[in-house]
T-cell receptor, first 113, second 114 residues
Framework: QKEVEQDPGPLSVPEGAIVSLNCTYS??????FMWYRQYSRKGPELLMY????GNKEDGRFTAQVDKSSKYISLFIRDSQPSDSATYLC?????????????FGKGTLLTVNP | EPEVTQTPSHQVTQMGQEVILRCVPI?????FYWYRQILGQKVEFLVS????????KSEIFDDQFSVERPDGSNFTLKIRSTKLEDSAMYFC????????????FGPGTRLTVL
């Protein structure tokens, strides 16, 4: 079983739709959960960060973590064409001297005007 | 968003040649990371650096790779004898000032080995 699984899509939605992106993981030591946005051949851009279980909202973005199910989600409300990108989930455990990230493969999202 | 910078943006090299990739992380942070992403694949951890020492290496980070901090602010990733399969995007990452458990990524260096 892969440490982090993410449906690669592609996912195509109309402008204004609610988008749901998800990852599952197997390592129960993961405590820090992040979502990054990546455009082609660019560096990942940090969107959302959540520690342990719970919800976090930032504008049109909501991140949810359910540690009991080992499942994390990112919701995008009122999606815009500018949201078209690859979305990466990433997570790490409490590392002491190391908080290396383990990534999912990414979901390619296209928002159509 | 805090800025992490990388140079060059694109490096083309012949198989067997040495390459040096450079990064300037968020200033004075003790933590620092290198990752790579082969085209169409996921971002993979290479090596972590804490307080001027390597804290963990992945299986990918074999003897062909080395990481240094030649001065107080810059980091380098050296690949001694490049192979075709080293072609990838290489990213450095750094936590924000005062933080440890999130990471901001640089724009990456695209390495092409011919």
């Amino acid at each position: 079983q892969k440490e982090v699984e993410q449906d690669p899509g592609p996912l195509s939605v109309p402008e204004g739709a609610i988008v749901s992106l998800n990852c599952t993981y197997s390592n129960s030591a993961f405590q820090y959960f992040m979502w990054y946005r990546q455009y082609s051949r660019k560096g990942p851009e940090l969107l959302m960060y959540t520690y342990s279980s719970g919800n976090k909202e930032d504008g049109r973005f909501t991140a949810q973590v359910d540690k009991s199910s080992k499942y994390i989600s990112l919701f995008i409300r009122d999606s815009q064409p500018s949201d078209s990108a690859t979305y990466l989930c990433a997570m790490s455990s409490s590392g002491g001297s190391n908080y290396k990230l383990t990534f999912g493969k990414g979901t390619l999202l296209t928002v159509n005007p | 968003e805090p800025e992490v910078t990388q140079t060059p943006s694109h490096q083309v090299t012949q198989m067997g040649q040495e390459v040096i990739l450079r990064c300037v992380p968020i200033s004075n942070h003790l933590y620092f990371y290198w990752y790579r992403q082969i085209l169409g694949q996921k971002v993979e951890f290479l090596v972590s650096f804490y307080n001027n020492e390597i804290s963990e290496k992945s299986e990918i980070f074999d003897d062909q790779f080395s990481v240094e901090r030649p001065d107080g602010s810059n980091f380098t990733l050296k690949i001694r004898s490049t192979k075709l399969e080293d072609s990838a995007m290489y990213f450095c990452a750094s936590p924000p000032k005062g933080g440890t458990d999130t990471q901001y990524f640089g724009p990456g260096t695209r390495l092409t080995v011919l």
